[in-house]
């Protein structure tokens, strides 16, 4: 098989159906917001998404079944109205549970506290999982930067050039 340098995930969503039921167009005219009141009808409309789009599950896949190197990059903004921030909390709970055997929420939060690093300034912060054979999975949270510009930040351009990085 081929080993890609790296994967880096920019705002990226949990899956499919839970973007759509909290989607926001610009942050403020919720989608799904009417049928908020009823969970059921919210369930029903769910059922009629044809591709799930299981991004959690995909990254946590791909992790699983590394057998050289993985660099995995996931970058989002607090600021991004767009798709919620929260998003990549899944997204990098998949992947690092991917790492052992699973652990719970509290243990996941105790170690993702214990490796946290906040950024220079306080703008944001990031927690690095090295795992065997040569895996780094890296969240970087930053606080500007919206959903769009967030691309074309420094954030973006050191997390690709990890990704080439031997170390």
Known sequence: GVDFAGLVLVAGFSDLANLLTGYRISGVFPVMGPLAAWPSA???????VVDKWHSADRLASIVRNTKKRL????IHA?????IPWQHEEILFQAAAN????????TEFDQFKEKHMKLSPGG??????V????DTIIRQQLVLHGGHNE?????????????CFDEK
């Open 130 to 133: 090295r795992s065997n054979p």
């Open 78 to 82: 607090y600021s991004d109205w767009d």
């Open 123 to 128: 703008d944001g912060f990031s927690v690095t």
């Open 98 to 105: 991917a790492t052992t055997n699973g652990l719970n929420q």
């Open 42 to 48: 919210v369930k029903y409309l769910q059922t009629y």
């Open 150 to 162: 967030i691309v074309a930040s420094s954030s973006v351009l050191r997390a690709v050039m990890r």
């Open 71 to 74: 660099r995995l990059e996931l």
